[in-house]
C-alpha cells in the first residue's frame, strides 16, 4: 500500500500538537478498549441467544478465557492506536502513577481522567447499541428484570460487582490494590530503558498480555476492574440503560454501595507500584548501569558481562 509523505504538506494546527490531541487519544482509546473488552462479554449473550453456543454463558472456565483474552486484544489494539500521541494510558491508575514518576504534568491528570471516563462510557453505549438485543433476549429467557438482584449477570456486561463469598469491602479492596499494583509495576518495567524494555513495536502486545495475566491469575473474586474509568463509566452508562442501584451505588446484597472500590483499590495500587518500581527496581539499574541506559558503572566493561539488557 502506498504511503504519502508528510514532506511539503501544509503545517498542522497548533491544537493538535497540544493536550487536546492527548486528550482524544484517551478518550478514543478507552472507547476501543470498552468497545472489545465489555463486547467479550456481551457475547456471551449472543453466543446463547443466536443458537451458536448450546452450553449456554458462564457454565465452564472455558468462558472466562474468552473473556480474560478479549481483554487482553482490547488493550492491546487501543494502545496500538493511540499509544504515539499520549502513550495510551487508558487508564487513571497508569496516569496517576506517571504523574507521581514525573512523566506527565499534574495538571494534566484531571483532563486525562476525564477523557478516560467519557470514553469508557461511550464505548459501552457502543456495546449497548450492538447487543441490547441479545441482552434483552436473554433477560426474558429467564425472567430476570433490570435493576434486580437477578439482572447482575446482564449488568456485568459493563461493569464489575464482587463475588458472593465477600461480606465486607475489605476483600475487593485488596484485590483492586493487588491486581493494579502488578498491572502497574509490569507497565513500568517493560518500558523502561534501563531496565529489558521491549524491542520493537511489542509493547502494545505485552501490556495486553500483562491484563491477561492480570485477569487469570487474580480476576474471579471482583472482575479484575484495576481501572477506574473503566469501571465507572460503563457503571454509569448501566445506570441509564435500566439497571439501577445493581449499577449505581452497586448494590449486591453481601456489599453494599460498591461502586468506590474499583476507583480507590485501583489508585492505591497504581501508586504503590510507581514508586516501588522506582525505589525497588529503577534505582538499583541506574546504580549500575550509570546515567545512561546501557552503559555500567566506572570498572566495569559491558562486554565482559554475561548478559547485557539491549538499550
Request: net charge neutral; aromatic share 14%; hydrophobic share 50%.
Amino acid at each position: 500500500m502506498a504511503t504519502v509523505s508528510a514532506a511539503g504538506s501544509r503545517p498542522a494546527p497548533a491544537w493538535r500538537k497540544g493536550i487536546i490531541g492527548e486528550l482524544w487519544a484517551e478518550f478514543f482509546g478507552c472507547l476501543i478498549l470498552i468497545s472489545f473488552g465489555d463486547g467479550v462479554v456481551a457475547m456471551l449473550w449472543a453466543l446463547t441467544g443466536s443458537g451458536r453456543s448450546s452450553a449456554g454463558p458462564l457454565q465452564s472456565s472455558g468462558d472466562w478465557l474468552l473473556i480474560t483474552w478479549g481483554w487482553a486484544l482490547a488493550v492491546t489494539f487501543a494502545v496500538y492506536v493511540c499509544g504515539g500521541i499520549s502513550g495510551a494510558h487508558i487508564n487513571p491508575a497508569v496516569t496517576f502513577g506517571a504523574a507521581i514518576r514525573k512523566q506527565i504534568e499534574w495538571r494534566k491528570v484531571p483532563s486525562y481522567w476525564a477523557a478516560q471516563v467519557l470514553g469508557c462510557f461511550v464505548g459501552a453505549g457502543l456495546v449497548f447499541l450492538v447487543y441490547n438485543n441479545a441482552i434483552n433476549h436473554f433477560d426474558q429467557v429467564h425472567h430476570i428484570v433490570k435493576g434486580t438482584a437477578a439482572s447482575v449477570a446482564t449488568y456485568s456486561t459493563f461493569a464489575t460487582f464482587p463475588a458472593p463469598y465477600f461480606h465486607n469491602v475489605l476483600g475487593p479492596l485488596v484485590d483492586q490494590i493487588i491486581g493494579t499494583f502488578f498491572l502497574v509495576l509490569f507497565v513500568w518495567a517493560i518500558g523502561d530503558e534501563f531496565n529489558l524494555p521491549v524491542a520493537g513495536n511489542m509493547a502494545p502486545f505485552i501490556v495486553g498480555m500483562i491484563v491477561m495475566a492480570v485477569g487469570i491469575s487474580f480476576g474471579a473474586n471482583a472482575g479484575y476492574a484495576i481501572n477506574p474509568a473503566r469501571d465507572f463509566g460503563p457503571r454509569m452508562f448501566a445506570l441509564i440503560a435500566g439497571w439501577g442501584k445493581v449499577a449505581f451505588p452497586g448494590d449486591y446484597g453481601n456489599i453494599n454501595d460498591y461502586f468506590w472500590i474499583p476507583i480507590v483499590g485501583p489508585l492505591i495500587g497504581g501508586a504503590l507500584a510507581s514508586v516501588v518500581y522506582d525505589f525497588g527496581i529503577r534505582d538499583f539499574l541506574i546504580a549500575r548501569l550509570g546515567e545512561k541506559p546501557g552503559v555500567r558503572g566506572s570498572g566495569e566493561n559491558p562486554e565482559d558481562l554475561p548478559f547485557q539488557p539491549e538499550a
